[in-house]
């Protein structure tokens, strides 16, 4: 299932009405009881959050990086190009681009061990 259509049916649920024929759910239903509704009401947050977050997502996102593009996002270090404009060349994420930059050995961690702030190697 989709996360518009689980959107769809838990909003009509939590509206009191059945997803399917939109009739209105009986007085008895689970569905319209005061902590059923606070419950679907908060999955259903959680699916618009979600939602809104795969719609932001970068189009080149958990895709395989190609030797090209190592090539190019290095280069493109090299040129001193910030990784924010990296990130947007390649559609990616900033995160993305310091690690993929962290495996080619071209940055390193700082000295804690996290990537950020990122140290040219």
């Known amino acids: 299932m989709e996360i518009q ?4 049916v838990i909003r009509a649920l939590a509206d009191g009405v059945n997803p399917e024929t939109r009739e209105v759910l009986q007085a008895d239903s689970i569905c319209r009881n005061p902590q059923a509704v606070m419950a ?3 999955a259903l ?3 618009v959050t979600q939602q809104e977050r795969e719609l932001k997502k970068p189009a080149s996102a958990g895709q395989y990086w190609s030797r090209a ?3 190019q996002i290095c280069e493109e270090l090299r040129k001193g190009m910030d990784f924010e404009e990296i990130a947007k060349t390649h559609n990616r994420t900033v995160p993305s681009i310091i690690v993929r ?7 390193a961690p700082n000295k804690s061990g996290s990537l950020f702030p990122p140290q040219v190697a």
């Open 5 to 8: 259509e689980a959107i769809k």
């Open 40 to 42: 679907l009401n908060r």
């Open 45 to 47: 947050a959680a699916l």
């Open 69 to 71: 593009e190592d090539k």
């Open 101 to 107: 930059l962290v495996k080619l050995g071209k940055i």
